[in-house]
């Protein structure tokens, strides 16, 4: 049976995944702002809401996203390093059952797991993965919301990877744990994008 904890050969090539979507995501990033920035649209958008006095609140705003985003990471990796430590698979507990002999005792005494092959094993992982948006959409949501007060309908890119990134995730991951890479890497790059994109923002916001 394979499990995360048990594919110490894949973690080089998770990292190197990891560091190229994260080159990627910032040549995206650097890109779309130096496009956003020089356009005229961008400049009149920062004097409206100062005209209207709506820069204090929208500057409020995307900091509140930004430091909610910022909690959920430390949230996050808590729960991961607890889990890698109790050697704990990577799925939320829906369907059980019993591993280990009854005889056993001490660390091999029997424990209530979850069934990981099999159609209950693919339920497991389709809710996990269900389950794995909602950790971060209202994050998400946020970002993207602030994000179309200044760039438009440019929000659609971040937008548009979240939406295919969550689907290919889903779908990869309900097959195997591997497979839920691919989308993973879709969605980062619209997170980061949105992530990075909102941070340019408030921080050019507050110099003005």
């Known amino acids: 049976m394979?499990?995360?904890?048990?594919?110490?050969?894949?973690?080089?090539l998770l990292t190197f995944?990891?560091?190229?979507?994260?080159?990627?995501?910032?040549?995206?990033?650097?890109?779309?702002?130096i496009f956003v920035s020089a356009s005229?649209?961008?400049?009149?958008?920062?004097?409206?809401?100062?005209?209207?006095e709506l820069g204090k609140p929208y500057l409020a705003s995307c900091y509140t996203v930004l430091i909610l985003l910022a909690g959920s990471?430390?949230?996050?990796?808590?729960a991961s390093k607890a889990r890698n430590a109790a050697g704990v698979?990577?799925?939320?507990?829906?369907?059980?059952?019993?591993e280990g002999s009854e005889s056993g005792s001490g660390a091999e005494l029997p424990k209530v797991s979850l069934r990981y092959s099999g159609p209950d094993g693919e339920f497991n992982r389709a809710q996990r993965a269900a389950n794995n948006w909602q950790?971060?959409?209202?994050?998400?949501?946020?970002?993207?919301?602030?994000?179309?007060?200044?760039?438009?309908?440019?929000?659609?890119?971040?937008a548009g990877l979240m939406f295919v990134g969550r689907i290919v995730f889903a779908k990869g991951y309900k097959t195997g744990v591997s497979k839920r890479l691919p989308g993973f890497g879709i969605t980062q790059m619209g997170n980061y994008l949105s992530y990075f994109l909102l941070l340019m923002f408030t921080i050019k916001g507050s110099t003005l």
């Not at 394979?2 to 080089?12: D, G, H, L, Y």
């Not at 009149?44 to 100062?50: C, E, N």
């Not at 698979?89 to 019993?98: G, K, L």
């Open 2 to 12: 394979e499990t995360e904890v048990q594919m110490p050969a894949k973690k080089s």
């Open 40 to 52: 005229d649209d961008f400049e009149k958008l920062f004097k409206t809401m100062t005209t209207l």
């Open 135 to 158: 950790e971060t959409r209202d994050l998400e949501l946020c970002s993207l919301l602030l994000l179309s007060i200044a760039i438009n309908y440019f929000v659609l890119l971040p």
């Open 73 to 78: 990471k430390v949230v996050g990796k808590n």
């Open 17 to 33: 995944k990891t560091v190229a979507i994260s080159v990627g995501v910032l040549i995206i990033a650097i890109s779309a702002l």
């Open 89 to 98: 698979r990577r799925m939320d507990q829906y369907v059980y059952e019993v």
